[in-house]
């Protein structure tokens, strides 16, 4: 089964509202989760890294005061865009790593649309 | 972490063997060759991996090179249920390390 969920699924906004977007490690405690963006028929990006208990670690050109990355719990990572736009509409997934060390379980992604 | 080069897509007869290349020509000792792999709209989901033996798991086998400049992602039966976006990933197996993903080879499987 899933190991790690998303919440929304699906999510539509208007532009200049802020959504937050909650990844859930299900079965393990998660230190470290990770934060991607997909725009249709290319590959994921990484956006930031989500350290729990600390400040996120972000690519570059990543803003990170438009995407407030939150990992307050060793089982919740949260993602807030803010002041969305047309622009930020994308997929977003989550991922952490596995157990064993060497895989990454990803979540089923979250799929926005800013009108 | 080392480069990665795919093809963009292949088709696959259902049934047949899906062979997917990746050349990584630029990879260090301590790198390992890791393959993902995306259905659409959903998240990526690990397959397997390998630092320098040929390693197989219930869904693929994973066949590296002696010199471990290439390596192959074979599904012995694909199904119309494998045709996805694969990625071929080269990094250092580190706890928490992240994962950056290249554009990958669309695999289609035909009836």
Redesign the interface.
């Known amino acids: 089964g899933a190991v790690v969920s998303q919440h929304p699924s699906w999510v539509i906004c208007k532009s200049g509202t802020s959504v937050k977007i909650e990844c859930r490690s299900l079965d393990f405690q998660a230190t470290t989760m990770f934060w991607y963006r997909q725009f249709p028929k290319q590959s994921l990006m990484l956006m930031a890294t989500s350290n729990e208990g600390s400040k996120a670690t972000y690519e570059q050109g990543v803003e990170k005061d438009k995407f407030l990355i939150n990992h307050a719990s060793l089982t919740l990572s949260t993602l807030t865009v803010t002041s969305a736009h047309p622009e930020d509409s994308s997929f977003y997934i989550c991922s952490r790593q596995g157990q064993g060390g060497y895989e990454q379980y990803f979540g089923p992604g979250t799929r926005l649309t800013v009108t | 972490d080392a480069k990665t080069t795919q093809p963009t897509s292949m088709d696959c007869a259902e049934g047949r063997a899906a062979n997917l290349p990746c050349n990584h020509s630029t990879i260090s000792g301590n790198e390992?060759v890791?393959w993902?792999r995306?259905i659409h709209?959903?998240?990526?989901?690990?397959i397997i991996?390998g630092l320098k033996n040929n390693e197989t798991n219930e869904m693929a086998s994973l066949i590296i090179t002696e010199d471990r400049k290439s390596s192959t992602l074979i599904l012995p039966h694909a199904t119309l249920r494998d045709t996805a976006?694969y990625?071929c990933i080269v990094r250092v197996?580190?706890?928490?390390d992240?994962?950056?993903?290249?554009?990958?080879t669309s695999l289609s499987v035909i009836p």
């Open positions: 390992y890791y993902y995306q709209s959903q998240g990526p989901q690990y991996h976006v990625y197996w580190t706890s928490y992240k994962v950056i993903f290249g554009p990958g």
